[in-house]
Structure formats: C-alpha cells, structure tokens
C-alpha cells in the first residue's frame, strides 16, 4: 500500500468515528416530535405524508449530510469549536449585562438565598404537548441558562421581588437575582403583575 493510500485510510477512518460520534450525539439529543407539532406539520404540508418524501427527507437528506461530514470532518470539528468559544463568550457577556441598564435592584428586595437545583425543580415546565419545550423555564431557559453558568464561585443566587420595575404598567415583578460583594450584579424577571386600569 502507498503513502498517499495509507494516509487516505487514516484520514476516512477518523473521519467515519467523528461522523458516528456526531450522529450519535445528535440522536440522543434530538427531542422527540410531538403529535401536537407533527398533525400540525402534515396539515401545513400534505407531502410529509408521502412514502417518497419521507425517505428523501428521512434518509437520503442525513445520508447525504453523513457522507459530507465524512469527508470533510475537520471542517466539521472547526464549526463545532468555534460554536462552543462563541457561546462561551456570550455568556461571559451576558454576566456584564443587567437586565435592564437603568434598572438596579437593592438588597432589600432580595428575599432569600436559593440553589441551582431548587430553581430548576420549582420552575420545571411539563407540558404533555410539549408545546412549550419541557425544561426549566420553557422558552427562556436560554436565559436562564445563561444566567446559571456565569454564576461564580463568590456568588449567590437569590429570589427576589420588586415594585419599582421601570416597565410601564407594571406594579410588580419578581425573578432570580445574583448577589456578589453585599450587592446585586445581574438580575433575571420570571414574572410580572400587571397594574388594572382603574374604570
């Protein structure tokens, strides 16, 4: 066997283990298709009902995907890099961010300190349709996960509960605060109570 054969060998063989990592990665990640979503889907688009269609999309279209990756993978190791730096960097400024710039809270609206685990046990959604995606907070668990990992080992997490919300027409809000130094940092609302206009 030549040189360059070797070297092909070498180069597909790493190639064909990072290709079934990422496949397998992606199916244990993959969130199962709700009926709600899917009848809603095939009503928008009577071809997913199609043998033909579903193979093409099912099929042909990862296994064409596979195949590229194959060949390409360090390609594929670069966008996966980069994505991960980026998100870290989102998060580091995320934690440079309040919630509202004019915005901040005292220490007296802190109610009392929490943990990670009991804010995402208590804020847990469980929606049997999963219209709204089964995790804490739903759809902002992005913030909250953005919240959550800046947390420094010198913060804490605190409940907290304010009147003083800039926001026109709101009385009250509430939500999850980080204290650093005997001050509040950064902030995320969870929730409002609207004032009722008086007839």
């Keep these: 066997m030549s040189n360059w054969m070797l070297l092909a060998a070498i180069y597909l063989g790493i190639g064909l283990i990072v290709c079934s990592t990422i496949l397998i990665a992606h199916l244990l990640g993959k969130r199962k298709e709700s009926s709600f979503l899917r009848d809603a889907m095939d009503a928008f688009d009577p071809r997913r009902n199609n043998f033909f269609y579903r193979v093409f999309v099912d099929y042909l279209i990862p296994g064409f995907a596979f195949f590229l990756i194959w060949l390409v993978w360090p390609f594929a190791i670069w966008l996966k890099l980069r994505e991960t730096f980026t998100k870290k ?10 919630e509202i710039k004019e915005f901040t809270l005292t220490n007296d609206e802190l109610l ?36 959550r990992d800046s ?3 010198n913060e804490t997490l605190w409940e907290f509960e304010s009147n003083r919300s800039v926001l026109a027409g ?9 204290k650093v130094d005997e ?9 409002w109570k609207i004032k009722l206009s008086k007839s």
């Design 89 to 98: 960097s989102e998060i580091s400024e995320a934690r440079k961010r309040s």
């Design 112 to 147: 009392r300190e929490v943990s990670i685990e009991e804010v995402e046990r208590t804020n847990f959604i469980h929606d049997p349709l999963e219209a709204v995606p089964n995790l804490p907070f739903g759809h902002c668990n992005a913030r909250w996960v953005a919240l």
């Design 151 to 153: 947390l420094e080992p």
């Design 170 to 178: 709101v009385e009250l809000m509430w939500g999850y605060a980080v």
């Design 183 to 191: 001050r509040v940092d950064r902030f995320m609302t969870t929730g």
